[in-house]
């Protein structure tokens, strides 16, 4: 008799393209596992919608169709990150946005890890370059839904925004620019490891005790990490001050301006945009309105400024 199979868990995003599969997908269904797509098939993105729907977040290969799967996905991280791709844009950043939400959950998931830490910087760099050097990417980031209101999904939309501003502002040329995009993509790590914390919920529909939780999301997501000497203190200066404003009303510190550096700034302006967007569900000119209006003093008129262009461009 034949041993059962081993099946390996491989994110529904990093199967999104018109290529033809060279292995089988199955779906996880309490303790089985059913054929969904056989090898030869194509994950297209009417599949990946109905995936997020349903909020599936992971597909299973078996393991001896371990290495084509890899094959596949290398190839395919290639062609979306090449400029010269023949991929459709849209293709190539439903691509890129699932293999960095896919590095981002890997990383949260096993914090620890030095090796998943450093595959995930080495990612987050090609996704600087492929922002700082496609300017027509940051609108196809954002265009994509994040209706289960993920964690690593948001910290992407954030991540490509931030990149996007901090370009706009001047700092297109900064070697450590990647740090940028790393702290962002993980900043809500303390969400992620905190069940209940209303991540995903309008402050507005919070009581008290859950806003308590939801505004101790930055000190869980540092004490994570602050002793790990992998991560980057960018990182983990983004993780900790994210949620600090300017003028010295954010938490958890109360900082302003002046005692932050400049990626946790640039951090907390993004991240209060796309909150705007995707939590409240604002259109891209409204949320824009309101973080002028109901932000006043928040965050640096130059970043307000900044913004305003970068949405202009939006549509």
């Keep these: 008799m034949s041993a059962a199979p081993s099946y390996i868990p491989v994110p529904v995003e990093s199967l ?13 269904l309490s303790s089985k596992y059913v054929l969904y797509l056989r090898k030869g098939g194509v994950f297209d993105s009417g599949r990946l919608d109905k995936m997020r729907e349903k909020n599936v977040r992971n597909m299973f290969i078996t393991g001896v169709d371990e290495a084509a799967f890899r094959a596949y996905y290398d190839r395919k991280v290639d062609l979306a990150y090449d400029p010269q791709s023949p991929m459709p844009t849209q293709e190539r950043a439903a691509f890129v946005h699932g293999a960095q939400a896919a590095a981002a959950e890997a990383i949260m998931a096993d914090l620890k890890n030095s090796g998943i830490y450093k595959t995930g910087e080495k990612g987050a760099k090609r996704f600087t370059e492929f922002l700082v050097k496609d300017e027509s990417s940051l609108k196809s980031l954002l265009a994509i839904p994040n209706p289960t209101k993920n964690v690593s999904s948001h910290g992407v939309s954030v991540a490509a925004l931030a990149v996007t501003l901090a370009k706009k502002l001047g700092h ?13 993509l993980l900043h809500d790590v303390g969400h992620a490891h905190s069940p209940g914390s209303g991540f995903g919920l309008s402050l507005k529909t919070l009581n008290a005790e859950q806003l308590k939780l939801y505004r101790e999301h930055t000190m869980t997501g540092v004490r994570a990490v602050q002793e790990l000497v992998h991560f980057d203190q960018h990182v983990v200066k983004i993780i900790l001050e994210h949620e600090e404003h300017i003028d010295g009303s954010g938490y958890p510190k109360g900082l302003k301006e002046k005692q932050m550096h400049a990626y946790p700034v640039i951090a907390a302006t993004a991240n209060a945009f796309v909150h705007l967007v995707e939590t409240e569900g604002e259109s891209f000119p409204t949320a824009m309105k309101r973080l002028v209006v109901e932000k006043i003093g928040r965050h640096p008129l130059t970043h307000i400024n900044a913004l305003k262009a970068i949405v202009q461009t939006l549509g």
């Excluded at 297109?172 to 962002?184: I, Q, R, T, V």
């Design 16 to 28: 999104v393209g018109e290529a033809k599969t060279e292995f089988d997908l199955y779906l996880q």
């Design 172 to 184: 297109g040329e900064a070697k450590d620019l990647h740090m940028l995009a790393l702290g962002c």
